[in-house]
């Protein structure tokens, strides 16, 4: 009878201790453990914005195509910067004539002077050497107004400034496009990131150069990355340039989370990576 009494309280300690060790180590996953659900694939969006206006004359691409650096998107009618360009360089002609009889002028007088002060006044010189440097400073503001003509007509054929992918595509030739207004999107290829939100409680676990393993709740893809680092503020009302970081629940208080940006590795084949995807996270810090 004692030994089955000791029995049963050898086994009822045994089975607390062992509830406390998994209750233990539970306690440290969930809430020092650096690892967490909520994270999410991003990328460098850029707003396509023509920098001149005019209407849309050609487009040469379509949504969702993968583009490369300097590939033409769209064409804005380039009949009036010709025109203005070929305006510019007959003004630059002109004034080059002008400057030309204009130094000739000033020469001359200057030579006359030298040679016998009483052929020419020295107000004349001065007049035709202040005409020169008239007519000079009319060539460079003639030729500056070169520059921005020819700008503007290399602008008007819209580039890609990234290699990416046009998304949310929505423009059509004949559209009105107009100087620094958005007119499609493309998704730097060479962007994406993870940021990764962990209850600051987990962060002393967490070093810049730490290892980290992302697994996209799309397909269960792991990708090894690399803890790039975290922010060093997070909004408060009033500050819309910093990450903004809503609370799981407004009724009681938690630890807060922090955005920690984490760096991918190579991609395994055929993964396709889309801003916005959801993943899980689990860095491996190293041996301090």
Known sequence: MKMGSALRVGV??????????VGWRLWLYYTVAPWTRDARVLAQVVAIAPDVSGLVDSVNVRDNQFVQKGEILFVIDQQRFTAALRQAQADVELKQQALRYASDTAQRDARLERADPDAVSAQTVELTAANAAEAQAELDAAQAALTTAQINLERSRVRAPTDGYITNFNVDAGDYARVGEPILALVDSHSFYVYA???ETKLPSIRDGDPARVELMAGGVVIDGEVEGLSRAIANPGQGLLAQVDPNFDWIRLAQRIPVRIKLGPLPPEVRLVAGLTATVVVLPKTR
């Open 12 to 21: 009822t300690l045994l089975a607390t201790a062992a509830a406390v060790f």
């Open 197 to 199: 939100y962990f209850m």
